[in-house]
């Protein structure tokens, strides 16, 4: 019998709760994009997971009937590309009947969208976030760096539409000199149609993309910006622990979002925990190592003991290191890449 209990909602030692899980089902990509997997480190030659490192669906989904037992709401999968996982769906038709969860989505590049979402939706998913970082053909192509067009992602985005997978969200990941000059022109595109776009700070996940800090384009200005062109203003947030900071038309004509890890932290609502594709578990999206959940699931531990190790984690979690970001702490120390926990 799988493991149930009421109300076990964990705290960490800020007393902030353990509500979202987001699970990483691999830590390939067919796209190379040059915040994330640049193609100089992720080449030919780069050794991903094997298949008997990965958990499998059944590991993933015993983990998450006990996360939800311990008050995890949320299950987001992410990846690497969650789409080049083989028969995902059959993933989502496990989580979807784990009871007490109240969300289950997946983040995607969006280039397998067309031929999938419409079976994702069957699955069991509810709704999908897709990452795209300009309109403008060259300068994506050179962002992903694999060729992909604008065109594919938005037939992909339509067609989760048409399946259904309702509301979407578009991700930007906005790096200065590189994007930032058509953030008006997303906006645009997506204002009025429904879609949330939500602008991302380019943060300093893992050590390989070659973060600087003068490459950053702060939420203020991110702001400053669209509001000359499509004035906005500042909403409130729907929850606690809300990632992005959320603003919305003057006019009506919906709402847009900014991630601002770098210029305004918000550790202190954080309520993620990620998993990795190979079972660790990290308590921070900067966190330089996990806590092994593979094998004491493939050593004989019962539900009750992943659960009692899962609260020692989290009971003791302290992390804050978008609070705490020096010049000095970006460099001291090996991160996960981003690429293997999803964002």
Known sequence: MPYAV???????????????????????????CTYCMPKEIFGPDHAFLQRDELLSYEEITRLARIFVSQGIEKIRLTGGEPLVRR??????????TIPGLQDLTLTTNGSLLRQQAKRLKEAGLQRITVSLDALDDATFKRMNDVGVPVATVLDGIEAAREAGLWPIKVNAVVERGVNDAGMVDLARHFKG?????????????????????????PLREMADRIN????????????RGEVAKR?????GSGEIGFISSISQPFCGDCTLARLSPEGELFTCLFAARGHDFRSRLRDGSSDDDLAAYLASVWRVR??????????????????VEMSHIGG
Do not use: H
Request: aromatic share 10%.
């Open 6 to 32: 009421v109300d076990m909602t964990l705290f960490d030692a800020r007393q902030r709760p353990l509500r979202d899980l987001r699970i990483s089902v691999t830590d390939r990509c067919n796209f190379r």
């Open 87 to 96: 028969d995902l769906p059959a993933l989502i038709e496990q989580l979807r």
């Open 193 to 217: 149609t429904g879609v949330i776009l939500r602008f991302i700070e380019f943060m300093d996940v893992g050590t390989t993309n070659g973060w600087k800090l003068d490459r950053v384009v």
């Open 228 to 239: 000359a062109d499509l004035p906005i203003e500042p909403a409130e947030a729907n929850y």
């Open 247 to 251: 603003w919305r038309y003057l006019d």
């Open 318 to 335: 302290d992390d804050r290191y978008s609070e705490m970001r020096t010049a000095e702490t970006n460099a001291a120390a090996a991160r």
